[in-house]
C-alpha cells in the first residue's frame, strides 16, 4: 500500500515580523511548492586532475522561493497584507515569518523567515481573478513536526 499523502488541506501561513508565533492563513491557496532548491556547482578542476573529465564540489545552498497560486480576493485582509508587505516601509519589503503546514498525519511544518518578492494578480476575461504570490526564502529552515 501507498504512503502517499494528499495534498489537499496544505496551507500557506504568514506569521510575525520577529518571532515564529501566531500565524494566519492566507486564503484561496490552488496550489504551493518550494521552487529553486538547489546548490551552486563550483567547478574545481586543475591542471593535475587526472582524466578528461572535470573535478566538481557542491558550494552554497539556496532555498529559492515558495511559490503560490492563489484566487486573489482584492477585499482580503490576508491578500492586502501580502501586498502591503510587498510595497514595504519606505520602499522596502516585510520580512516576516511563514509556515507550510502540510496535511499528513504528523502535521509536518516548514517555517522559515522571508520576504514577497511577487504578487502579481491577473484577472482573465473567462475566469476568476487569480494572483501568484512568491516568497524569497532566507536561511535555512528545517521541517519540523508540530
Known amino acids: 500500500m501507498s504512503l502517499a499523502v494528499f495534498g489537499k488541506g496544505t496551507l500557506l501561513q504568514a506569521g510575525d515580523v520577529s518571532t515564529a508565533t501566531s500565524f494566519a492563513t492566507i486564503p484561496e491557496s490552488k496550489s504551493i511548492a518550494i521552487a529553486g532548491f538547489a546548490a551552486a556547482v563550483l567547478d574545481v578542476t586543475s591542471h593535475d586532475t587526472p582524466g578528461g573529465f572535470r573535478d566538481k564540489k557542491q558550494g552554497l545552498k539556496d532555498w529559492g522561493t515558495v511559490r503560490a497560486d492563489v484566487q486573489y480576493v482584492p477585499d482580503n485582509v490576508m491578500h492586502q497584507q501580502v501586498y502591503n508587505d510587498m510595497v514595504g516601509v519606505a520602499g522596502v519589503g516585510v520580512e516576516r515569518y511563514w509556515r507550510i503546514v502540510f496535511p499528513n498525519t504528523a ?5 522559515f523567515k ?19 504570490l512568491e516568497v524569497t526564502i532566507l536561511g535555512s529552515p528545517q521541517p519540523t513536526l508540530i
Open 114 to 132: 522571508g520576504f514577497v518578492n511577487n504578487f502579481a494578480p491577473t484577472a482573465p476575461i473567462d475566469n476568476v481573478l487569480m494572483s501568484t
Open 107 to 111: 502535521a509536518t511544518t516548514f517555517t
